[in-house]
């Protein structure tokens, strides 16, 4: 059973930088697709970025996070990071890490659907 933990999470204030990590086990990762959605209060969860395998490492990125966020993965140690650089207010939310062992080429990875595997939710709070 895929277990996904993250952390890092926090208060900070507006343009400051923080650093999630998510922590697989349960399964061999090389085959492990991961992303990172994120919950405000009241709305949808949206996408935020994801990373395929760890041999490629292609990424895709929200448009609303792009030039700010990046996300990186650690294939020894089956992690996976979301550095965020000038950060809003409106970033605020729960940010989730996902993952899949189930990824084809031409699936969308910008789609909840995508993934299989998530873990609870770290909080970011980003104040004005």
């Known amino acids: 059973q895929v277990q996904l933990v993250e952390s890092g999470g926090g208060l900070v204030q507006a343009g400051a930088s923080l650093r999630l990590s998510c922590a697989a086990s349960?399964?061999?990762?090389?085959?492990?697709?991961m992303g990172w959605f994120r919950q405000a209060p009241g709305k949808e969860r949206e996408f935020v970025a994801a990373?395929?395998?760890?041999?490629?490492?292609?990424?895709y990125y929200a448009d609303s996070v792009k030039g700010r966020f990046t996300i990186s993965r650690d294939g020894a140690k089956n992690t996976v990071d979301l550095q965020m650089n000038s950060l809003k207010p409106e970033d605020t939310a729960v940010y989730y890490c996902?993952?899949?062992?189930?990824?084809?080429?031409?699936?969308?990875?910008?789609?909840?659907?995508?993934?299989?595997?998530w873990g609870q939710g770290t909080q970011v709070t980003v104040s004005s």
């Open positions: 996902a993952g899949t062992g189930a990824y084809v080429a031409g699936v969308n990875l910008r789609r909840i659907n995508a993934y299989d595997d």
């Open positions: 349960g399964r061999t990762f090389s085959d492990y697709v």
């Open positions: 990373i395929d395998f760890p041999w490629r490492s292609t990424t």
